[in-house]
């Protein structure tokens, strides 16, 4: 059975998607993707060195910030701007995949690391690996690429924020003149507080 535009599971399942795969491409930019060992100039000594995601690609973790936001504002516009901002999550979904797929086998990283651990501008690693982080981004990243297709073909019938969250004196009701409250005569003070506003305190209510 198909879903229907309105219904809420492809809403349940866009924004557990979207969420999901943002906070995976995070945390797996944040781990090791790449291991290797840096010859020094000290006979045959080598050192470990690792590249992160991070310094690998800042690519994964800046998109999934984007189309987290990307997430959250899809409830705050309508029509044509939601559109446009889930093309905006789907096309980040589609950065993170490629830029994790790019990061899997690169090495470039780990030069670095490798000419800052052994102090030569020309060190070679060896005995490079990878790890399975750039693919749990990538897995993140199509999580993110699901939350964006749902929300282009079904997000038209979706809920957007309710317009009733004002600012207070922003209502009809608050822009409505209140009556003023009875001037009690035996009180002075409350017959020049009338005076002040402009108010006539011998007319009766």
């Known amino acids: 059975m198909t879903p229907q535009p ?3 599971t492809p809403l349940a ?3 557990l998607s979207g969420a999901l795969g943002a906070a995976v491409v ?3 930019a944040g781990r090791t993707w790449a291991e290797g060992e840096a010859p020094t100039p000290v006979g045959d000594t080598v ?3 690792t590249a992160g995601g991070r310094d690998v690609t800042g690519m994964p ?3 999934a910030i984007v189309g987290l936001a990307a ?7 309508r029509r044509a701007g939601r559109t446009v901002v889930a093309a905006l999550l789907t096309l980040s979904g589609v950065g993170v995949i490629i830029a994790s797929a790019l ?3 690169d090495t470039a990283a780990l030069d670095d690391q490798a000419a800052r651990a052994a102090g030569l501008t020309d060190a070679a690693v060896d005995a490079v690996s990878h790890t399975a982080w750039p693919w749990v981004s990538l897995a993140g ?4 690429l699901c939350a964006g297709l749902l929300a282009l073909r079904y997000g038209s019938g979706w809920p957007a924020m309710s317009g009733r969250y004002e600012r207070p004196g922003s209502s009809a009701a608050a822009a409505r003149p209140r009556r003023a409250a009875p001037v009690d005569p035996e009180r002075p003070e409350e017959l020049w507080k009338a005076l002040d506003r402009g108010e006539d305190p011998t007319r009766e209510g």
Do not use: D, N, T
């Open 6 to 8: 309105g219904s809420r």
């Open 13 to 15: 399942a866009a924004l």
């Open 26 to 28: 995070l945390v797996a």
């Open 47 to 49: 050192l470990p060195v």
């Open 61 to 63: 973790s800046a998109l």
């Open 71 to 77: 997430l959250v504002a899809v409830f705050a516009v």
């Open 103 to 105: 990061g899997a086998s």
């Open 141 to 144: 990243g199509v999580l993110l």
